[in-house]
């Protein structure tokens, strides 16, 4: 287990120069506010779906540490251009690869986002990892109240 | 070129010997030497307080509570006799005057719960101050909901410093209690304890010290300070986890109702005609202590008194400078807490660098300090940081173990380049 594992190029870029932030789409028409108390990460995300059920654009505001913000980054371009039940399945697929043991990272399915699963080697910051996605989630299905991944 | 941090002193004791004592420092993490820089959240123990706990679970073990038989009498000595050793460590008069809970926590809870119910009334004030842990908060403002009390907040300036002049204005007539902690776990600041308990009774309010991270830093003298309660927990100062002190005065514990209820804390139980209730201590220690936890406090107190208190924070002073010394040379560091008088902690922000990466890239290189909010959200909010990294010391940290964080903090830009 190596520090360059988690912090890996492609996150570090990411961090460095998020995509999509802050960025709050005109027009856009989900939105849901994730926090984690305890290490300080906190974003909002915002989603303009449109009438064929596609994510047309998304962004996100707010600050975390260089695994939650690179992640959030990652999943806006990510999603963009996705349908939302496309959306949610990647949703699912990171979800799986940061907390399942068994879950094999298919490269078909998670394409750039297979960086995510040095993640998994350090258990401690995963919650940071999915904070994003399960923010996001949680705006495509209109919940209410705060998500947290603590 | 760069300045060297004036010449350090060398502890009043052998450090060497003293790390000798303390099984846990001597690991590695990651396959680098442990670097344990936590000891706010939690402190090693010496062999001693190990031994004494392996001893009394694994030999001299039965229930306290004075029961016949030998084993039982021996325990029940020995947990009176730490009870003898806590109220000596903190100069209380009276050895009634000290309760074993779990912890601070549980401690400020009971006052509350007990004091607080009887004695605090719709439009009274609690004071706190804008450093407290959530342990001096929450247990006043669930008090404060109960009662219809206000909670007012005594404000902290950038230095980290409390506002005396402000804490002043706020006490009046209505304030019932000041609840203020001894030494910041977040900024350092050590508190003027004495000086804020004398005005608080000049205005009528009781006052309860959360001690947690004083006593094992500093010598601690209740009575020299004159406060009502004072609060701290064992696993702090290289004691057990589970166990902790509410020291009270014996006046004020008397005339509180009893908390817990159960087997210990009362006189005689009967159906037909009512339950009376022990005296204090008892009356508050319902159910079987955590006996060998405290006797395993008293034998850390112990080990305390051997190296002296005075030894111990002269040391750490030293650290802490030496720390802060060197801390201000990392590019890009901001320290958040720069009292005067100030306890060996330190907590920082760094540009371009959040302190969760901080930590983990800390973690990698064997060095344990913790990030967050320490469980002091409003004072972060103060100083405007969702988060810090806290490195704090203690007696058996040494200048080669801050070097190490000074050099793996030079390292957090490169890796997160």
């Known amino acids: 287990m190596e520090l360059r594992d988690l912090y890996e190029e492609v996150i570090l870029d990411h961090n460095r120069n998020p995509r999509n932030y802050p960025y709050r789409p005109p027009g856009a028409n989900h939105h849901a506010h994730g926090f984690n108390p305890l290490c300080g990460d906190e974003f909002q995300v915002h989603v303009k779906v449109d009438e064929a059920g596609v994510i047309e654009d998304v962004g996100f505001e707010g600050a975390g540490c260089a695994i939650s913000t690179a992640s959030a980054s990652m999943m ?28 094999e990272p298919s490269d078909e399915t998670l394409g750039k986002l297979k960086v995510l699963t040095g993640v998994k080697e350090f258990p401690m910051r995963v919650k940071c990892a999915t904070l994003a996605w399960h923010t996001l989630n949680a705006a495509l299905h209109d919940q209410e109240g705060t998500v947290t991944t603590e | 070129m760069r300045e060297e941090p004036d010449r350090v002193q060398v502890p009043g004791f052998d450090i060497d010997a003293v790390r000798a004592d303390f099984p846990a420092l001597h690991q590695q993490v990651h396959g680098k030497p442990l670097v344990y820089l936590d000891n706010a959240a939690s402190t090693q123990k010496p062999r001693s307080v190990l031994e004494t706990l392996a001893h009394y679970y694994g030999h001299e073990y039965a229930n306290v509570h004075r029961g016949v038989h030998h084993l039982s009498g021996r325990v029940t000595d020995a947990y009176e006799q730490a009870r003898n050793r806590v109220a000596g460590f903190i100069n209380a008069p009276s050895a009634r005057e000290i309760v074993f809970l779990r912890g601070a926590t549980e401690a400020i809870n009971l006052v509350a719960q007990t004091w607080g119910r009887v004695n605090i009334r719709s439009g009274d004030e609690i004071l706190v101050t804008g450093m407290e842990h959530h342990a001096n908060i929450v247990p006043w403002q669930m008090l404060c909901e109960q009662t219809g009390a206000v909670l007012k907040v005594a404000p902290v300036d950038d230095d980290g410093v409390l506002d005396l002049d402000a804490l002043g204005d706020l006490l009046g007539d209505r304030t019932r209690l000041v609840a203020v902690t001894h030494v910041s776990n977040v900024l350092g600041t050590v508190n003027p304890v004495a000086e804020i308990a004398a005005r608080a009774h000049q205005s009528g309010a ?44 014996a006046e004020l514990l008397e005339a509180m109702p009893p908390w817990q209820g159960g087997g210990e804390m009362i006189r005689t139980v009967d159906f037909e005609r009512g339950t009376t209730y022990a005296g204090i201590p008892q009356k508050f220690e319902a159910g079987t202590p955590h006996f060998v936890g405290a006797i395993g406090l008293g034998a850390a107190i112990d080990y305390l008194e051997t190296i002296g208190m005075d030894a111990i924070a ?24 720069s009292a005067p008088d100030k306890g060996a902690i330190l907590s920082f922000v760094m540009d371009g660098a959040h302190p969760h990466d901080i930590g983990t890239i800390l973690d990698m290189q064997g060095i344990a300090v913790r990030t967050g909010h320490h469980c002091a959200m409003p004072l972060a909010r103060r100083f405007g940081v969702p988060a810090t990294v806290r490195a704090s010391l203690s007696f058996y940290n040494t200048t080669a173990e801050i070097d190490a964080l000074i050099a793996a903090l030079h390292k957090v830009h490169e890796v997160l380049k």
């Open chain 2, 206 to 249: 009781r006052v309860l010290v959360d001690g947690a991270q004083a006593v094992p830093h500093l010598r601690v003298d209740v009575q020299a300070i004159g406060c009502d309660f004072y609060a701290f927990s064992g696993h702090k100062m290289y004691g057990p986890t589970g166990i902790g002190v509410l020291w009270g005065r």
């Open chain 1, 76 to 103: 806006t371009e990510a999603v963009k251009g996705k349908t939302v039940a496309e959306a949610e399945r990647l949703f699912h697929a990171v979800q799986d690869v940061l907390t399942d043991e068994s879950a």
């Open chain 2, 314 to 337: 002269a040391w750490e002073r030293e650290l802490c400078d030496y720390a802060m010394q060197a801390i201000v040379e990392v590019p890009g560091v901001r320290v958040i807490g």
